[in-house]
């Protein structure tokens, strides 16, 4: 079992920053991979961005290249999200989850999610 806390969400203005941080515990594998995805109200949860937890490999989502920057503290057992140049469709619940898979092109979510984190950005 994982358990996996969020915590760094807030109020931003547009073009703000945030930090969000992700700690877990319990059985975490050298192969998982983290990832962060979001959900914005009436929309789907969508991936954001992901890390490999032993290479420390990142992939991002077309929306939020160049602007978002995923990393790990292994010792810590804790990832971040670092938001830059926040705009306002960034709003969304954001959310930690662990040993995703990827498809092709299609990150699929793994059994482990954070409670989620509510960040807002406004114009």
């Known amino acids: 079992q994982v358990q996996l806390v969020e915590s760094g969400g807030g109020l931003v203005q547009s073009g703000g920053s945030l930090r969000l941080s992700c700690a877990a515990s319990g059985q975490i594998f050298s192969n998982y991979v983290m990832a962060w995805f979001r959900q914005a109200p009436g929309k789907e949860r969508e991936f954001v961005a992901s890390?490999?937890?032993?290479?420390?490999?990142?992939d991002y989502a077309d929306s939020v290249k160049g602007r978002f920057t995923m990393s790990r503290d292994n010792a810590k057992n804790t990832v971040y999200l670092q938001m830059n140049s926040l705009k306002p469709e960034d709003t969304a619940v954001y959310y930690c989850n662990a040993d995703v898979r990827k498809g092709g092109t299609t990150y699929y979510p793994g059994n482990y999610w954070g409670q989620g984190t509510q960040v807002t950005v406004s114009s």
């Open positions: 890390i490999t937890w032993s290479w420390g490999r990142t």
